[in-house]
């Protein structure tokens, strides 16, 4: 058996009008509840160079990418905690 040190990740988005984020919410209720972060605002800032080189290479779907961002889960002042993250993905 081989060793597989990256995986496929997918996901799939969908637009959903209020009725039917009700229904899923609904649905859901006997089976989760909301974490930590179930009531926050996500706010991210990506980085990339002068030339937008990290996004044309990203748009021309290479086989190996990276992403440089900082998010918060909150509106930030000075003190609060922001995470800085350098996003690879490489799809064989």
Same mark, same amino acid.
């Given at each position: 058996?081989?060793?597989?040190?990256?995986? !496929?990740?997918?996901?799939?988005?969908?637009?959903?009008?209020?009725?039917?984020?009700?229904?899923?919410?609904? @649905?859901?209720?006997?089976?989760?509840?909301? $974490?930590?972060?179930? %009531?926050?605002?996500?706010?991210?800032?990506?980085?990339?160079?002068?030339?937008?080189?990290?996004? %044309?290479?990203?748009?021309?779907?290479? @086989?190996? !990418?990276?992403?440089?961002?900082?998010?918060?889960?909150?509106?930030?002042?000075? $003190?609060?905690?922001?995470?800085?993250?350098?996003? !690879?993905?490489?799809?064989?």
């Amino acid at each position: 058996m081989t060793y597989q040190s990256t995986f !496929k990740r997918y996901e799939i988005k969908y637009l959903l009008t209020e009725l039917e984020k009700k229904a899923v919410l609904q @649905a859901m209720a006997p089976y989760m509840r909301l $974490d930590s972060y179930g %009531r926050t605002t996500i706010r991210n800032i990506y980085f990339d160079t002068n030339t937008y080189r990290l996004i %044309r290479r990203s748009l021309e779907k290479p @086989a190996y !990418k990276e992403k440089l961002r900082i998010r918060s889960y909150q509106t930030v002042s000075s $003190d609060d905690p922001v995470f800085i993250e350098l996003k !690879k993905n490489i799809s064989l």
